[in-house]
């Protein structure tokens, strides 16, 4: 057997699109009017807003004062490592325990978890909560994780897995919520 082989040619040799140099200059000078004509309209918009900023006392205190109470949070942060070290506690306990619970291991979780809500790291974690929280959407959420995790030991010592389940989630996300607006998500490892 064998196979045709067929060759195909092209009917002209001439290029599809041809660009002169006048071409070229004409399309690249209409392309930079264009261009600096719309930065020009964006620039006339950004001087109005800080124009408007600066008219406004209120905004820029409110602006300064938020500025200086992120400052001071951050400061109090910083200097904060033992309480940074009892939640990185915190995080490495609710990993075991969530572990543990999504293998259907209750036993290994009340060991970690402990027979209930006054034990040492969990009371450290509280210390940390209360040193570390300002406003009342973070003690909302201290308050959140606090009582879902009691239901979690609970949950756990009645030997209940959906229940165990339930609150795990609850905690774990009241925890990682109450993270975000302290600003400790970015320092905590395993979240």
Excluded at 18 to 35: E, Y
Excluded at 71 to 78: A, C, W
């Amino acid at each position: 057997m064998r196979s045709r082989i067929t060759v195909c040619k092209a009917f002209s040799d001439t290029p599809i699109a041809t660009v002169s140099r006048r071409g070229l200059a004409i399309s690249f000078i209409t392309t930079t009017f264009l261009f600096s004509l719309e930065g020009r309209e964006k620039l006339r918009g950004a001087n109005a807003a800080i124009l408007e900023a600066d008219d406004d006392v209120e905004l820029l205190e409110k602006v300064k004062k938020d500025r200086k109470k992120r400052l001071e949070r951050q400061g109090i942060i910083n200097s904060s490592k033992t309480e940074k070290g009892y939640l990185q506690d915190l995080v490495y306990k609710l990993s075991e325990v969530g572990q543990a619970i999504e293998n259907n291991n209750l036993p290994a979780a009340s060991s970690v978890l402990g027979g209930s809500t006054e034990t040492e790291w969990l009371q450290k974690a509280n210390l940390a909560f209360t040193k570390l929280t300002s406003s009342p959407e973070e003690k909302t959420e201290v308050d959140t994780f606090n009582s879902s995790l009691a239901l979690l030991i609970s949950s756990v010592t009645r030997n209940d897995i959906e229940s165990s389940k339930v609150a795990f989630i609850t905690s774990a996300s009241a925890f990682e919520r109450w993270t975000t607006l302290t600003g400790l998500v970015e320092v905590l490892k395993g979240l």
